[in-house]
Structures are given as structure tokens and as C-alpha cells.
């Protein structure tokens, strides 16, 4: 296969950024987040920016047809052979079955779907004390992983900021969208038996090694 897949599937909280940017070290694959492409599109004020924003600014998902063409638009315009880690994506049904068929056209596979499993009190909390760097986008914690000086990154320097829709009542509202929508994609997974669920309460090296595990013991992720 020319295009291979892993989908990391989560609530928000469940370390899909995190852990995927250091699966994609370990592995060589690219990471591609939905969220930081829309984040970016937003920095930039292009057109797909300034449609994006009003959704994600009420927490509410973005339509699946712009979003659909957003991630396929990339994954054809990159190098072949392409292995991805798709972060935050699909998060609907549509989105699943939209992308099923361009894979199909495009002869890509996906490989596995780690689900990412967390209570919720565990994700509020990493939530509402998750910080980002407005300049190279490192996250950190203000108590699990604070940065050496309140509110400055220690890989550049720049200032620490709260995402907008990490704000408490955003917060309730992108779970409750999480939950309905991944019911759905959660079974639709299970049935083609490529869903491998992960408990990401742990250390992340933990869930990082279990990861890469199930990765190198199925030759899927090839
Ligand atoms: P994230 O960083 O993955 O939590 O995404 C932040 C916001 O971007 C979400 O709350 C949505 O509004 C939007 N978004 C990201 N990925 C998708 C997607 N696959 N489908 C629809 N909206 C998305």
C-alpha cells in the first residue's frame, strides 16, 4: 500500500496530541491533527480559517464535507509511500465513511484505531490545566507538566496561553459532542476488527509502548 493509516480516537484530553506526536517520532509516521491544521488556517485568516473559527469558538465540529476535503487534499499532495497518524479525525460518522471511500479509490489502508480510553474527571482536569505555547504549539500543564517559569515555554521563550475552547463550559459542551459521535465510530470500528482500545490514564511512556507494541506485532501497520 502506498498510504498507510493509524487513527487515534479520543476525548478531549485523552493525550491524542501528545501521544501521537511521539508515536510519530518513534515511528517515522506523519503526524497530522485536524485541530492544529484548522488552528493554523485560523492564524493565517484564510477562507477555510474564518469558517472553521465559528464553529470551534462554540465547540461545535466543523462540517464534515470541508473537513473531509481538508485532510484528503493533504494526504494526496504528500509523498509516497505516506504513513499518517490522523489526530482528531474522523470524528463523525460522515467523516468515517467519506474517508473509507476516498481510501478505497486511493488504495490507502488503515491500519488500527487506538481509542484512547480516560475517565472524565481525569480529562476535566487535564483540560482546564492544559497550556500551549502561542509560538511552537509545546503543551504542557499547570501541575502534571509545568513549565520552568510560570506561563513561558522552556523550548522557546514565548508566552503560554489557554486554548479558548479549554475554558470549562466548552469543555462540557466538546464532550458531550465527543460522546455521541464516537458511539458510532467506535462500533463501526470494532466491526472491521482494527479498534485496539489503550488506557490513557497512564504515564504516557506506558501508553506509548503499548502503542508501538500492537503497531510492530501486526504487520498491518506496515
Ligand atoms: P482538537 O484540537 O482536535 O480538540 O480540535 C479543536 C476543534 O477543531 C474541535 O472542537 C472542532 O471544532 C474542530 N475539529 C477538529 N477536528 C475536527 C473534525 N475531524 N471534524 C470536525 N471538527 C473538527
Known amino acids: 500500500m502506498s498510504i498507510t493509516a493509524i487513527i487515534f480516537l479520543g476525548a478531549p484530553g485523552a493525550g491524542k496530541g501528545t ?11 506523519e503526524h497530522l491533527s485536524t485541530g492544529d491544521m484548522l488552528r493554523e488556517a485560523i492564524k493565517q485568516g484564510t477562507e477555510l480559517g474564518r469558517t472553521a473559527e465559528l464553529y470551534i469558538k462554540q465547540g461545535n465540529l466543523v462540517p464534515d464535507d470541508t473537513i473531509v ?6 494526504l494526496r499532495q504528500g509523498p509516497l509511500p505516506g504513513r499518517y497518524i ?59 507538566i509545568p513549565p520552568k517559569r510560570a506561563d513561558i515555554c522552556d523550548a522557546c521563550g514565548s508566552e503560554l496561553f489557554q486554548r479558548p475552547d479549554d475554558m470549562p463550559e466548552v469543555i462540557l459542551k466538546r464532550f458531550d459532542v465527543f460522546t455521541k459521535q464516537t458511539r ?4 463501526f470500528y470494532e466491526q472491521q476488527a482494527i479498534l485496539m482500545r489503550v488506557d490513557s490514564s497512564r504515564p504516557k511512556e506506558q501508553v506509548v509502548a503499548e502503542i508501538l507494541k500492537i503497531m510492530a506485532a501486526e504487520p498491518r501497520a506496515d
Not at 19 to 29: D, Q, R
Not at 69 to 74: E, G, R, S
Not at 103 to 123: G, H, N, T
Request: net charge positive; hydrophobic share 50%; with cysteine.
Open 69 to 74: 476535503a481538508m485532510v484528503v487534499n493533504h
Open 19 to 29: 501521544l501521537a506526536a511521539e508515536v510519530a517520532v518513534a515511528t517515522g509516521y
Open 184 to 187: 458510532d465510530l467506535i462500533a
Open 86 to 144: 490522523l489526530d482528531g479525525f474522523p470524528r463523525t460518522m460522515r467523516q468515517a465513511e467519506l474517508l473509507d471511500s476516498h481510501f478505497q479509490q486511493m488504495q490507502a489502508k488503515l491500519a488500527f484505531v487506538f481509542l484512547l480510553d480516560v475517565s472524565r474527571e481525569v480529562l476535566f482536569d487535564r483540560l482546564t490545566g492544559r497550556r500551549v505555547c502561542r509560538k511552537c504549539g509545546a503543551i504542557y500543564h499547570v501541575r502534571n
